[in-house]
């Protein structure tokens, strides 16, 4: 990666002649420029995929209806919550008008709202309804204080115009004495490629068929129909008498969360029930047990041979998804057992440059092997394979986003 000059911070009192210089390390935070993740290329932003302040996304509404996005960018903006930080999030959705009330809440932390600039603009001579005008002054004083408030997302999705309206906020006024402010925290901007592909994209987030997409009138209906399905596979598992024979309730805190209690259980259930799948009897697979004083969710074989430790990982909570899922295949590593780690399709595709460094690291051992499964039918595909399908469509879609073919 190209290397920066260090940087300088300016100080108007005089340095001793003797003082050390120190050179302060900036700290890069973006990606190596190997892999194009699946947010960038559909999206033209990864910033998207962190959730440590809150987050004003000017997202352009694209002129072919076909491509509208709105409900894409909720999902993403909900899973960055989930993932670097633990946060229970209420949603806000400002879609034809957008009241006082709504208003308010945007000074509060702790939200995804989502608010369509064009239908705000068309009837906020309602009684009841805010203008862009009173909704520029709120947003204005939300970024005041963003550095005292929880992470959220404020996502104002519109046409061209309107979202040059927004963007005045962010330009340099001159004050008294020729003194220039500036606001502080850019947001982050968003554009969707309009490319069919990105109706393949929506399907390979939730590890499904193409053809469960390709019906859908735009890109918001699709990412609502791949998420129905998906949702119904998880409840169907998680819901199974038969797999609740089997398993236990968690000895450790990750099926207590709000955010992480029901996808991590249902994972568990479609790990649970391809095991069994695979010939492995009841009598072999115990759930949720301690295993030298670690949580295990299934370990296969008994708990003194080099039998099969099974993990779910739904990266919740992680900030960092690579040092979470390492951690995760460190903390067991030394006992001695072969190892699956499984993780959910929708996590692992949005953060995929991010684990693929700890899969290869760790699937050249031997005795580690990496699975996702598959939204429609719970299948595990290896998370390899899996990763592959990103990357390559991920590459497709971005080199239509520079122009080519």
């Not at 932003?45 to 076909?66: G, H, Q, W």
């Not at 308010?104 to 309804?129: C, M, N, P, Q, Y």
């Not at 598959?374 to 080199?399: H, Q």
Request: glycine share 6%; hydrophobic share 40%.
């Amino acid at each position: 990666m190209e290397q920066k000059e260090p940087r300088r911070i300016a100080s108007t009192s005089p340095e001793p002649a003797n003082k050390p210089k120190i050179a302060l390390r900036e700290v890069d935070s973006n990606l190596p420029p190997t892999r194009v993740d699946l947010v960038s290329a559909m999206l033209g932003s990864s910033n998207l995929l962190y959730c440590y302040k809150p987050t004003i996304v000017l997202a352009l509404r694209p002129e072919n209806t076909r491509f509208s996005y709105l409900e894409l960018l909720r999902r993403v903006a909900r899973e960055a919550c989930r993932v670097t930080l633990r946060l229970q999030l209420h949603g806000l959705h400002g879609g034809r008008r957008l009241t006082e009330y709504q208003l308010a809440t945007l000074r509060f932390s702790g939200f995804i709202a989502a608010i369509d600039l064009d239908e705000v603009s068309e009837s906020e001579r309602g009684d009841g309804v805010a203008s862009l005008a009173r909704l520029e002054a709120s947003l204005e004083d939300r970024l005041r204080e963003a550095p005292l408030s929880l992470p959220g997302f404020i996502i104002l999705y519109g046409s061209r115009n309107l979202i040059r309206r927004i963007q005045v906020m962010w330009s340099p006024r001159v004050g008294g004495r020729g003194q220039v402010f500036v606001r502080l925290q850019p947001p982050v901007e968003a554009e969707i490629i309009e490319n069919e592909d990105v109706f393949k994209a929506i399907a390979l987030l939730y590890n499904l068929p193409e053809n469960i997409v390709n019906g859908a009138a735009n890109i918001d209906d699709a990412v609502t129909l791949a998420e129905e399905t998906y949702t119904r596979l998880l409840e169907a598992f998680a819901s199974d008498p038969s797999l609740g024979a089997v398993a236990r309730q968690a000895i450790d805190d990750e099926e207590t969360r709000p955010d992480e209690a029901f996808v991590h259980f249902a994972s568990k259930m479609i790990a649970l029930a391809n095991l069994l799948e695979a010939g492995y009897s009841e009598a072999e697979i115990e759930v949720e047990v301690a295993v030298g004083g670690v949580p295990v969710d299934i370990i296969v074989g008994g708990r003194w041979s080099r039998s099969l430790i099974v993990e779910v990982e739904t990266l919740y909570g992680s900030l960092n998804p690579a040092a979470r899922l390492s951690t995760v295949v460190r903390q067991r590593i030394g006992m001695g057992y072969n190892m699956w780690i499984v993780v959910p399709p929708l996590q692992a595709a949005l953060y995929a440059p991010y684990i693929e460094p700890v899969v290869k690291r760790y699937s050249e051992s031997g005795s580690i092997e990496f699975y996702t499964f598959s939204g429609f039918d719970a299948s595990l595909t290896p998370l390899g394979e899996f990763l592959e399908k990103v990357w390559a469509l991920a590459e497709r879609l971005w080199k239509h986003r520079l122009g080519g073919s």
